[in-house]
T-cell receptor
Framework: EAGVAQSPRYKIIEKRQSVAFWCNPI?????LYWYQQILGQGPKLLIQ????????DSQLPKDRFSAERLKGVDSTLKIQPAKLEDSAVYLC????????????FGPGTRLTVL | GDSVTQMEGPVTLSEEAFLTINCTYT??????LFWYVQYPGEGLQLLLK?????DKGSNKGFEATYRKETTSFHLEKGSVQVSDSAVYFC?????????????FGKGTRLSVIA
């Protein structure tokens, strides 16, 4: 079974530029999460999707971050404009919708904002 | 809100030493508890989990017991190997069996030397 795929793996941009990350979850997983992991900290939820609907985006900085999950499969996370404090690893995770809890994580995208 | 506190690292041990990484949590309900591991250059992987009080999760020689009375989920291994060097994250999901976001601790870096 293929795992969660993310791209790119690394991205370096200057502040005020825009950037987009892509995630392809495990086939059949209805629930998709985006987490932000700042260096030295644990991951923190940005947004949760169930199929193509948003379940929780309460911690997403909506003035600069946006996310979508078209057709309930792939997802993109966008930052526009980026700030220095957005430097982090962005993790995508997916899980079944059958209540088994286990979330499977992708390798992450490491973003550096200069 | 829910939170997870785990011992700060880094932790450095000699091969075959006994490992304990402490984790305590705060939650309003009856959460599921997890340990995730992040090997160098790789994504987060589920190591073990427990979904109710007194459950013991185990995998690859690691164990953790869900202690409701002390709100703890300490990770232990009797004899560590160099290959166990990684960052370990304790996490909770506040609805047992539900697809809810994980709340993570800050992580504990373990280095095992031969």
């Amino acid at each position: 079974e293929a795992g969660v795929a993310q791209s790119p793996r690394y991205k370096i941009i200057e502040k005020r530029q825009s950037v987009a990350f892509w995630c392809n979850p495990i086939s059949g997983h209805a629930t998709l999460y985006w987490y932000q992991q700042i260096l030295g900290q644990g991951p923190k939820l940005l947004i949760q999707f169930q199929n193509n609907g948003v379940v929780d985006d309460s911690q997403l900085p909506k003035d600069r971050f946006s996310a979508e999950r078209l057709k309930g499969v792939d997802s993109t996370l966008k930052i526009q404009p980026a700030k220095l404090e957005d430097s982090a690893v962005y993790l995508c995770a997916s899980s079944h919708a059958d209540g088994t809890d286990t979330q499977y994580f992708g390798p992450g995208t490491r973003l550096t904002v200069l | 809100g829910d939170s997870v506190t785990q011992m700060e690292g880094p932790v450095t041990l000699s091969e075959e030493a006994f490992l304990t990484i402490n984790c305590t949590y705060t939650a309003t309900g009856y959460p599921s508890l997890f340990w995730y591991v992040q090997y160098p250059g790789e994504g987060l992987q589920l190591l073990l989990k427990a979904t109710k009080a007194d459950d013991k999760g185990s995998n690859k020689g690691f164990e953790a017991t869900y202690r409701k009375e002390t709100t703890s989920f300490h990770l232990e291994k009797g004899s560590v190997q160099v290959s166990d060097s990684a960052v370990y994250f304790c996490a909770l999901s506040d609805l047992p069996g539900g697809n809810t976001p994980l709340v993570f601790g800050k992580g504990t870096r373990l280095s095992v030397i031969a």
